[in-house]
């Protein structure tokens, strides 16, 4: 049996606490994102009147809450050295590890990163993937080093990018992979089989946000794209496109494969709550708020 801390969010996090468990493995302590995206004094009056999902889920499996405000503090590292941890667990988590605490654990510390890496390295591959016209999304578990997801790989597992799925809908698949797979994953490190693999730096991308990339501008990208950014971005947020001269949000898009009569590279129609954007030899159709 591994005994394992955890630093995540969200449902990320939630499938990592249930696979360690369901494997038989100890969940020390957790560290959720609140403690370090808010001061004290702050998150004591949200977690009385409006707490999160994770505090939540913590409390009704009753797991220790590690309430270090940050997991570089000398609190976190006091409790990896006396809680005798093996390994930490990271799912979802924006602050960036220092190198004394990522090598605390006998194990170090190890990364479930939703992507197949080396491919979208960074923040939100659930879009990236989509946005991309990837066909294969994924999980990779790798050790922490560093770098921003460029350690050693331990396991990684693949599945189809269906024609249906938004960013939200591939997120949910995505964690119940990790959680299938991270009690294999602790069973083959108690058992010293894994080989850590070497990222292959050719192949690496990193994805980062630009401050326009919720705009849909046919005037730029092709429908398959701008259909692509739109459910990859629901429902994280709206994507928003312009049409005389305000800015409506998107709830929805669907391609179309027509034909259209039309002279201009694209048109843009509006008709009821709908929004088409006809080119050449297809529309693109937007329902919009």
């Not at 005994?3 to 020390?28: F, P, Q, R, S, T």
């Not at 997991?71 to 409790?79: A, E, M, P």
């Not at 194990?107 to 979208?120: A, D, E, K, M």
């Not at 312009?242 to 590279?265: A, M, P, T, V, W």
Request: charge should be positive; charged fraction near 30%; include cysteine.
């Amino acid at each position: 049996m591994l005994k394992v801390i955890i630093a995540g969010y969200d449902k990320m996090l939630a499938a990592l606490i249930n696979g360690v468990i369901d494997n038989g493995h100890e969940v020390l302590g957790v560290i959720r994102t609140d403690r370090v995206r808010y001061n004290p004094f702050t998150l004591f009056f949200k977690d009385i009147f409006a707490p999160s999902k994770d505090l939540s889920y913590l409390k009704s499996k009753k797991i220790k809450e590690i309430k270090a405000t940050s997991v570089n503090s000398k609190k976190f590292r006091d409790f990896i050295i006396n809680s005798k941890a093996d390994l930490i667990l990271v799912g979802s988590w924006s602050e960036k590890f220092s190198i004394e605490t990522i090598e605390l654990p006998k194990f170090g510390t190890i990364n479930c990163h939703p992507s197949l890496l080396p491919r979208h390295r960074g923040a939100n591959p659930y879009f990236w993937q989509i946005y991309s016209n990837d066909d294969k999304a994924g999980v990779t578990f790798h050790f922490m080093d560093e770098g921003f997801d460029t350690g050693e790989i331990l396991m990684q597992g693949a599945f189809d990018i269906e024609p249906f799925m938004t960013g939200g809908t591939l997120k949910t698949k995505t964690c119940k992979v990790a959680e299938v797979m991270v009690g294999q994953l602790l069973n083959d490190l108690e058992k010293n089989v894994i080989i850590p693999v070497k990222q292959d730096e050719s192949k690496a991308t990193y994805d980062r946000y630009e401050a326009d990339l919720r705009i849909i501008d046919p005037k730029i990208e092709p429908a398959i794209q701008l259909h692509n950014k739109i459910r990859g971005l629901r429902p994280f947020c709206y994507p928003l496109i312009k049409y005389k001269g305000i800015y409506r949000k998107i709830c929805h898009s669907e391609l179309i494969k027509e034909n259209n009569d039309i002279k201009e590279n694209y048109i843009i129609e509006k008709k009821g709550k709908y929004l088409f954007i006809r080119y050449k030899t297809q529309s693109l159709k937007l329902t919009v708020l």
